[in-house]
């Protein structure tokens, strides 16, 4: 805004100034461009006055000079313009839902185990406030170089994990802490893995949470925006033959998140060769 005042000021100096009507302050016969502008000062009065709608009435441009409507045409659209770049700017700031993404909470650890007698990699996620996200979708991918049949080495190649893209169980709605399941079959990048050669392994799981923040009633600026949170898990991450623990109880006909239990797991009896095996 300053930058601009003054560099308009400046100019409107200058037409003043080059048409005379710094030098002819007070006579009633001259016909001047912008009336009352002697100086500086002046010119940047007339400056902040043109462009915020103040418009006092000592100081104005007349009919008398072409140049002088033209300058105060582009000084007005590059005001309105500066106003709508200021409050979206100041919009996308303050509605950016940034706190929003750190009450979605994802348990340290996957853990391997047998779910429904098959061999699954599983994760938990949670939600920490009382407004609940709206279409929330859930994805996983793993990020593992490799070497082909023919001798290419891939580095860092990017392999799709099914957490129920063809069932529908991807997509979430998070009025509880949720255990993730990836089942491990023969589509599976853990199809080969063993709880002896997953320690041998280098490799990156990445999970990214996506959804709307619901609307409220607090006033909250993020409703409606889309937000989104991630994590990853490495190799030494994984604890093979673990479950997690329960979080939830029922007392008086209603169900208790304990989320001091969020993290942890209990050693269950699983077999230690691969899904394939």
Known sequence: YIVTWVVFGTIYLFDAWVRGDVWHQGDPEWQACIENVDGFISALLFSV???????????????????????LMAQSIVGSMIDALMV?????????????????????NC???????KLCLMFRVGDLRESHMVDAKIRAKLIKSRQTAEGEFIPLEQSELNLGYDT????????????????????SPFWDMSAESLRREQFEIIVILEGIVEATGDGCLAAGMTCQARTSYTEDEILWGYRFEPCMSLEKGAFQVDYSRFEMTFEVQTPAASAKE
């Open 88 to 108: 979206g700017c100041m919009f996308v700031k303050i509605s950016r839902p940034k706190k929003r993404a750190q009450t979605l909470i994802f348990s340290k």
């Open 49 to 71: 006055e043109s462009q915020r709608t103040i418009g006092y009435g000592s100081r104005m441009v007349t009919a008398n000079c072409a140049e002088g409507v033209i300058l």
């Open 111 to 117: 853990v391997i185990s047998r779910r429904d007698e």
């Open 168 to 187: 529908g169980e991807d997509r979430l709605f998070l009025v509880e802490p949720q255990i993730i399941c990836h089942v491990i079959d023969c589509r």
